[in-house]
């Protein structure tokens, strides 16, 4: 079982960003180059497996994920090996998965300690046991969605195109003709294909907001149902030895992962509540 260790005023001796990461590195031979890139869970369940071997099946890890729901499904393992080994730690997985910096930052440190407690220094090799995975390190969160291209004002301006279609070689003198060196025949596309990137642009605009609003949507129907399993949770803490078997049971399927919970509903049907609620007589 695991060492717990707590931070405290007095216990709390932090590593700079830049040091901790380096750490994460050279143990994992990962490639991180920010603390906000651990928001993918797949480093701690790594070093989880590296601690308590067997207590984590990294297959089941994501060390490619790159968006939000495959940080929560590493972070569901990670919390289901902490419950195995007795760490004495609730993951605050909706603030990790947001990619904040101290909130990544927090955690981290506080796992250093955990590692620093629990490590016996027997040799591990990260790379064999990700077993030919790749361990791609996530998408920086502070990255802009859209990368649209600038316009360049002096590419488009009209002294530009008269640059342009003047000839070097002719010098300039009186002519009977004035009207011909007015004649610019460069002007006029430019500003057709700025009209062209200026709709491409505020039609990508209206994706982006399209797409946060069914974020938020997405977000708020996550939090209102892990909402629902924490009070679940918090309950089945509570029973105690009443109705332990079915709590247990309970207990299981809260923590296990996509597929596992899934078959654990099918193959237990004793456990299903009868129509008006109470659990069915064995």
Same mark, same amino acid.
């Given at each position: ?92 997985? $909706?603030? !990790?998965?947001?990619?904040?910096? %101290?909130?990544?930052?927090? &955690? ?5 300690? @955990?590692?620093? =407690? ?114 679940? $949770?918090? !309950?089945?803490?509570?029973?105690? %030895?009443?109705?332990?078997? &079915? ?5 299981? @399927?809260?923590? =296990? ?26």
């Amino acid at each position: 079982m695991a060492v717990n260790v707590y931070s405290t005023s007095i216990t709390q001796e932090t590593m700079s960003r830049h040091d901790i990461i380096a750490w994460v590195n050279d143990i994992l031979c990962l490639a991180y180059t920010k603390v906000e890139q651990l928001s993918s869970g797949a480093a701690y369940c790594q070093f989880m497996d590296m601690l308590f071997p067997g207590c984590i099946s990294l297959k089941k890890v994501k060390f490619q994920a790159k968006l939000e729901h495959e940080y929560i499904h590493n972070f569901k393992l990670l919390q289901a090996s902490f419950k195995r080994m007795n760490v004495d730690k609730i993951i605050p997985v $909706e603030k !990790l998965v947001k990619g904040r910096f %101290q909130d990544n930052l927090d &955690f981290i440190q506080w796992f250093k300690k @955990v590692f620093d =407690a629990n490590y016996d220094g027997k040799e591990y090799d990260p790379v064999e046991a990700r077993q030919g995975q790749d361990a791609i390190p996530p998408p920086d969160p502070g990255e802009q969605i859209f990368n649209l291209p600038k316009k360049s004002h002096h590419a488009n301006s009209p002294t530009a195109g008269a640059a342009k279609s003047s000839p070097a070689s002719k010098p300039t003198t009186p002519s009977s003709r004035p009207s011909s060196a007015k004649k610019i025949p460069a002007t006029a596309p430019p500003a057709k294909g700025e009209k062209e990137l200026e709709a491409q642009v505020t039609q990508l605009n209206e994706q982006v907001n399209s797409l946060k609003v069914a974020l938020e949507g997405v977000e708020k129907e996550r939090d209102f149902y892990f909402g629902k399993l924490r009070e679940i $949770e918090l !309950l089945c803490q509570d029973q105690g %030895q009443e109705s332990a078997q &079915f709590v247990e049971r309970l207990m299981e @399927v809260l923590y =296990a992962a996509e597929d596992q919970g899934r078959r654990s509903i099918l193959c237990c049907p004793q456990y299903v509540l009868q129509g008006d609620g109470t659990m069915p007589s064995k």
